[in-house]
T-cell receptor, first 115, second 116 residues
Framework: AQSVTQLDSHVSVSEGTPVLLRCNYS??????LFWYVQHPNKGLQLLLK??????LVKGINGFEAEFKKSETSFHLTKPSAHMSDAAEYFC?????????????FGTGTRLTIIP | GAGVSQSPRYKVAKRGQDVALRCDPI?????LFWYQQALGQGPEFLTY????????KSGLPSDRFFAERPEGSVSTLKIQRTQQEDSAVYLC??????????????FGPGTRLLVL
């Protein structure tokens, strides 16, 4: 069975400071991992994905994440927060190419940016 | 190009009514998924189609929920005899391929269902 744990339900950072959103995963197979962002009253947008290529993955809007198998982690980072980054972020796992195609979402981290 | 579209965007139903939610995937996408997102929660898987075949319906919460994709394109999620606990946002997603890097799922804006 696959699962993800988002360690913080709410993160607040000042504009211009670094962002760290933490995620740990559990998967029986070689997982695919994703970060999605959801702005209020808008659909889920893919930020970045890891699919067994490079362990450091770069996404849109300056976000990146590092896959660490030894720590079963896939934390999301951004060097400098912008006001437009305020949103709900979901860490997501899918069991590799030979497992379930369905996505399993974490409970989400709400990111607040302080002006 | 056009993304995944869903209709209606909002639906208010009286308890006991039947509702039908529509999803138009991205053209040519083989896989289609339905998810349910309760208030303040992450989306949860309901069901999955590969073309017209429903390959996984393990997430459907009861036999009141039914989904179809008869021609392998548009899909409809039907909820019979709606209950208050069915109130949620219903999300549809599609992907181009079954596996590999093209299996990334793209989400529609969702249908917000409120059952009174």
């Amino acid at each position: 069975a696959q699962s993800v744990t988002q360690l913080d339900s709410h993160v607040s950072v000042s504009e211009g400071t670094p962002v760290l959103l933490r995620c740990n995963y559990s998967s029986s197979y070689s997982p695919s991992l994703f970060w999605y962002v959801q702005h209020p009253n808008k659909g889920l947008q893919l930020l970045l994905k890891y699919t067994s290529a490079a362990t450091l993955v770069k996404g849109i809007n300056g976000f990146e994440a590092e896959f660490k198998k030894s720590e079963t982690s896939f934390h999301l980072t951004k060097p400098s927060a912008h006001m437009s980054d305020a949103a709900e972020y979901f860490c997501v796992v899918s069991d590799g190419d030979f497992g379930n195609e369905k996505l399993t979402f974490g409970t989400g981290t709400r990111l607040t940016i302080i002006p | 190009g056009a993304g995944v579209s869903q209709s209606p965007r909002y639906k208010v139903a009286k308890r006991g009514q039947d509702v039908a939610l529509r999803c138009d995937p991205i053209s040519g996408h083989v896989s289609l998924f339905w998810y349910q997102q309760a208030l303040g929660q992450g989306p949860e898987f309901l069901t999955y189609f590969q073309n017209e075949a429903q390959l996984d319906k393990s997430g459907l919460p009861s036999d009141r929920f039914f989904a179809e994709r008869p021609e392998g394109s548009v899909s409809t999620l039907k909820i019979q005899r709606t209950q208050q606990e069915d109130s949620a946002v219903y999300l549809c997603a599609s992907s181009l391929a079954v596996r590999g890097p093209l299996k990334t799922q793209y989400f529609g804006p969702g249908t917000r269902l409120l059952v009174l």
